[in-house]
């Protein structure tokens, strides 16, 4: 089964972006990616979760779903200038990533897997 992983400074570098050795975007994951940026406090961050974690069961090896917590990884946090929570980061295998801001309903988050991941 599989499961929504968590992310810290130094997973990121190497499955999604590696800062310190890229000025420019150049994602380092396999497969496209969702990263949630949360904190344990956050009320829509909790209904979110649940979505995340049935997504990621739908799409297994077709995307990976991250999670981030801001309190902990402030660092990448300020990267992305994450100002409000739930922020959902969505990262392609090509081009930029894009953030979508707040407690998304699940089929919202199946058409930004569609449209920006590419993925059905």
């Given amino acids: 089964m599989a499961l929504v992983e968590f992310l810290t400074e130094q997973s990121f570098k190497e499955k999604v972006f590696n800062f310190e050795a890229n000025k420019d975007w150049k994602f380092e994951g396999e497969l496209p990616c969702m990263i949630d940026f949360y904190a ?4 829509p961050c909790k209904m979110v979760a649940p979505i995340l ?7 297994d090896g077709k995307i990976n779903i991250y999670k981030i917590n801001t309190e902990d990884e402030r660092n990448l946090a300020a ?42």
């Fill in 79 to 120: 990267m992305f200038g994450i100002q409000s929570i739930p922020s959902l980061l969505f990262v392609p295998k090509e081009g930029q990533p894009q953030m979508a801001v707040g407690a998304l309903p699940k089929e919202t988050f199946k058409k930004a897997i569609a449209d920006v991941l590419k993925v059905n």
């Fill in 53 to 59: 974690e049935e997504l990621q069961q739908e799409y």
């Fill in 40 to 43: 344990d406090w956050c009320s």
